[in-house]
């Protein structure tokens, strides 16, 4: 099953993938082309090995593709550095959260605002931002507590409060469910939603289906190195395909 993207208008999609190949000694993606629109929110699924986070650390500029382009509005920044990407309104949050430990969670969420956006901001406006995305994120309250006090749900928020405070167009989500109790999911999952409703795209990989179908337009599917189905949700996860190779289900082949 394929699905095209929900590109409503003739604007180009703010992120495109265009045939990412990428090998590690074996083949990892094999001509993976993905597109999101301007506000939409797209989940990617996939058995482990399947390629996701090599897919998102190409998108991020973490490391390159052997071939194919990343498109951002339009544009070619396939040659274009992590913190380039960045400056041009991506935003990615790491699956093991790493915050400056000994620094207050302000201060860890300053950097991002000081140094993440378009140009270098004055002190007034990186800490305008910094406050603004600690609210975003449920974090305000906790401005001065210290990073390594944290516990886990409120270190993923951290690391979204830092992808925010960069005011990106897009953000990257790479498991940030991970390690949460089902409550804590539902209170990122609401969290994460009203930022898409608020106009930022979304591309997040979760292992948690509930809480991609809570937020997301699309689901793509990515196993054996390129994207096997794309639709709705419910869609994508009643598919013979998915259910197979994803959800163990069945045999893959429609009845």
Known sequence: ???PSTVVDSSPPVLELVDIH?????????????AV???EAVGIIGPNGAGKSTL?????????ADAGSVRLDGADITPTRSHQRCRLGMART????????S?????NVLVGAAFGGETRRSEADAARFAIDALERSGLGAKANDVAGSLRMLDR????????????????????????LTDDEVGLLVSEVRTLNDEGISILWIEHIVHALEAVVDRLVLIAEGTALASGRPAEVLADPTV????????DGVAA
């Open 1 to 3: 099953m394929s699905v």
């Open 22 to 34: 990428k090998s590690f000694g074996a083949p990892v993606l094999s001509g993976v082309d993905l």
């Open 37 to 39: 629109a301007t506000g």
């Open 56 to 64: 998102l650390n190409i998108v991020a500029g973490e490391f390159p």
């Open 94 to 101: 790491a699956q093991i959260p790493r915050p400056f430990e």
């Open 103 to 107: 620094m207050t969670v302000f201060e």
């Open 156 to 179: 993923r928020r951290l690391e979204l409060a830092r992808a925010l405070a960069t005011d990106p167009r897009i953000l990257l989500l790479d498991e940030i469910g991970g390690g």
């Open 243 to 250: 259910q197979a190779v994803y959800l163990g289900i069945g």
